[in-house]
């Protein structure tokens, strides 16, 4: 059964940074690109930041490129989400998952299997 830990949200000023941590049990953690989406009051839910599973260049989404930045401790079945220069648009609950199947690249497309989400954490910017 595939957890998701999301951690790390908080309530900061528009300009301020945040560190995401996403804890991760239940599968092959190594093989699987792992990525980053958000959900706005009344928006669906989008994709932010994916890091693939070898550990090289990271998809970002147009909104956040430059700002944020994705990473991945391995032995810890860890990714973390750096959010720097935050915006109030950036305001959202944040989501981690894994990519639809072992080995699987960055890309976007290739996190769009249903899947059960974890509680997700909270981010709130300031104006």
């Known amino acids: 059964q595939v957890v998701l830990v999301e951690s790390g949200g908080d309530l900061v000023q528009a300009g301020g940074s945040l560190r995401l941590s996403c804890a991760s049990s239940?599968?092959?953690?190594?093989?699987?690109?792992m990525a980053w989406f958000r959900q706005s009051p009344g928006k669906e839910r989008e994709f932010v930041v994916s890091?693939?599973?070898?550990?090289?260049?990271?998809y970002s989404s147009d909104s956040t490129k430059g700002r944020f930045t994705v990473s991945r401790d391995d032995p810890k079945n860890t990714i973390y989400l750096q959010m720097n220069d935050l915006r109030p648009d950036d305001t959202a609950v944040y989501y981690c998952?894994?990519?639809?199947?072992?080995?699987?690249?960055?890309?976007?497309?290739?996190?769009?299997?249903?899947?059960?989400w974890g509680q997700g954490t909270r981010v709130t910017v300031s104006s």
């Open positions: 890091v693939p599973w070898n550990g090289g260049d990271t």
């Open positions: 239940g599968f092959p953690f190594g093989q699987y690109s």
């Open positions: 998952r894994p990519a639809d199947y072992p080995y699987a690249g960055p890309s976007p497309d290739n996190f769009r299997a249903f899947r059960s």
